[in-house]
């Protein structure tokens, strides 16, 4: 378990570069036959990637939880990137394939992950919260996903927000996830910017060649820094901070939210013209 620390916005001006993407970039999310686990501290959201390969990968408890198995006092959802898989909760199998969600409750002892192909392994990207009540184990296809149109072609970020963890979608305590695909031509993500002080947000940028790259913003919105993002890295923004970037062909990100609510709407807008 990788574990990152808070930081105030007053630290985060001196940051340079290098400082920038070791407390909020996570890198290597996604490596073959492994779990990557990150337990930010703030919100205490916990972000992971698990591929497996020829042999499943089960999600225990560590000493950074303080409880007997991870979903005891905690709530997850799971977005598969990858080949076709397999999570299995307390002996019930759901199969996820490609762009396949599942929210699982608090409570569930027993949790794993395989792929059907281990020469085509699943990603199951994780963002997990702390819970206070059980709610039933949901399945979410992308068809299922309540789905946003946002953008237009004139602005360069043309794109369906579907959303899987969402009131409007399933009960959750304090988690939302969610995908957004840009279309072809489109670029920017979020934009104009906002920022939300009651939630905190993890972005997961996929779907990019080898050659493209996403500028991800961060900061206060009058003295924004930027970090460099490849295929299937993740960000970590704290509330204080915007959440918005720029690649250089269309990308998908997946998005994911902890905080004090659940109303998509409740954000602090900031005019393009006010950046700096």
């Not at 999600?59 to 997850?76: N, P, Q, W």
């Not at 409570?107 to 792929?115: D, L, P, R, Y």
Request: with cysteine; hydrophobic share 35%.
């Amino acid at each position: 378990m990788d574990v990152r620390y808070s930081s105030h916005y007053e630290d985060v001006k001196k940051y340079d570069t290098s400082d920038l993407r070791r407390h909020f970039l996570i890198e290597d999310l996604f490596v073959k036959g492994e779990m990557k686990m990150v337990y930010s501290h703030i919100d205490r959201i916990i972000i992971a990637g698990a591929t497996p390969t020829d042999k499943a990968i089960s999600l225990a408890a560590s000493k950074e939880l303080g409880c007997d198995y991870f979903l005891e006092r905690r709530e997850m959802g799971v977005i598969n990137i990858g080949g076709p898989g397999v999570v299995i909760l307390d002996g019930e199998k759901y199969q996820l394939n490609s762009r396949d969600g599942l929210y699982v409750g608090m409570g569930i002892k027993e949790v794993s992950f395989e792929s059907l192909d281990s020469n085509k392994p699943a990603k199951f990207y994780i963002n997990s919260g702390t819970a206070h009540k059980a709610y039933p184990t949901v399945k979410i296809d992308l068809e299922k996903a309540n789905k946003v149109k946002a953008g237009t072609d004139e602005e360069c970020n043309k794109r369906t927000i579907n959303q899987y963890v969402h009131p409007a979608v399933c009960e959750s305590c304090q988690l939302v996830m969610g995908m957004t695909i840009l279309e072809p031509g489109s670029n920017w993500n979020t934009m104009p910017c906002h920022t939300h002080d009651r939630r905190m947000e993890v972005y997961l940028y996929f779907d990019m060649d080898d050659d493209s790259v996403v500028f991800h913003l961060m900061g206060r919105p009058d003295e924004t820094r930027h970090i460099v993002m490849k295929n299937e890295q993740a960000v970590i923004s704290p509330s204080w901070s915007i959440h918005s970037g720029v690649g250089t062909k269309n990308y998908t990100f997946i998005w994911g939210m902890v905080g004090e609510n659940q109303t998509f709407t409740d954000m602090d807008g900031v005019p393009t013209n006010q950046l700096k």
